[in-house]
């Protein structure tokens, strides 16, 4: 569904991404690992047509990212960033109902509070809607700029690093509401630190190091102790826990 050909970014002489080829496939979970600094968001952001690359090109369905117009765009792809700034004097109703401006452009009518109100109950935030964003907790408000991504709706959806300050239980939900999702026909690449989160949901894995594509594959591909160790530089072991692989590393 998407594809990026050759990306290549170079910020102040630092190669940051460097001949970055990777296919998305449709109605599948794609986890983004790799060590910090690897240049998982910058590809995110490239995907998403947030940052520019040198030189390359990003393919949604065959049609270049740079072919479609802002708001068409938006109806195909959707992005969580890490660095969300929001207005802390908006309610969350509000906030998670401007994800629905690309398909309404402010006129909100009532299949938008349809989808709304189903993506607060998605996010367990009904009870909070009529909150200000500045009273919320750090899992809270990640919850709520989680929420305005998905009543965006789009087919494709980007998220990056969206376990950040969720609790576990809250983690594994999103992550259920994920497969949910997939279930309904979209499409997600989740840049994943805890790799026991990608072996459980991620269908197709990348692997990033220095702004390169370390290894793509099928999650059990993936999952493969020399890999691993080798992608981190740290020694990681694979068990199997009800048959599902779980890295360890201590
Ligand atoms: N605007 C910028 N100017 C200079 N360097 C940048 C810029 N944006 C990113 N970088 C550098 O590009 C590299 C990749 O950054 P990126 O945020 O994509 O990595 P990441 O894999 O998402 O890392 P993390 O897991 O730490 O979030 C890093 O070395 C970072 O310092």
Do not use: C, W
């Not at 990777?22 to 690897?38: E, M, R, S, W």
């Amino acid at each position: 569904m998407i594809r990026a050909v050759d990306l290549t970014l170079t910020i102040s002489g630092h190669t940051i991404l460097n001949k970055v080829s990777v296919d998305v496939p449709k109605n599948k979970v794609t986890a983004l690992i790799g060590p910090n600094g690897a240049g998982k968001s910058t590809l995110l952001h490239t995907i998403a047509r947030l940052t520019k690359q040198d030189s390359g090109q990003v393919l949604l369905d065959n049609r270049s990212i740079t072919d479609f117009e802002n708001k068409e765009l938006a109806r195909h792809m959707s992005i969580l960033r890490q660095d969300s700034a929001i207005g802390s004097r908006l309610k969350v109703r509000d906030l998670v109902s401007f994800g629905r401006y690309p398909h309404n452009q402010g006129r909100h009518s009532a299949s938008d509070d349809l989808v709304v109100d189903k993506v607060l109950v998605d996010f367990e935030l009904d009870a909070l809607a009529e909150r200000f964003l500045d009273t919320l907790s750090g899992g809270q408000r990640q919850r709520a700029l989680l929420a305005m991504n998905f009543a965006q709706d789009a087919e494709a959806i980007l998220l990056d690093e969206p376990l950040n300050n969720l609790d576990l239980s809250h983690a594994r939900q999103l992550m259920h509401t994920v497969k949910h999702y997939v279930g309904r026909g979209k499409t997600f690449v989740v840049v994943l630190h805890d790799l026991n989160y990608a072996a459980r949901y991620a269908d197709h894995i990348i692997a990033m190091k220095q702004g390169e594509v370390f290894a793509a594959g099928d999650t059990s591909s993936i999952f493969n102790e020399g890999l691993l160790s080798d992608l981190y530089e740290t020694p990681i072991e694979i068990v199997k826990v009800n048959g599902l692989p779980m890295a360890l590393s201590y």
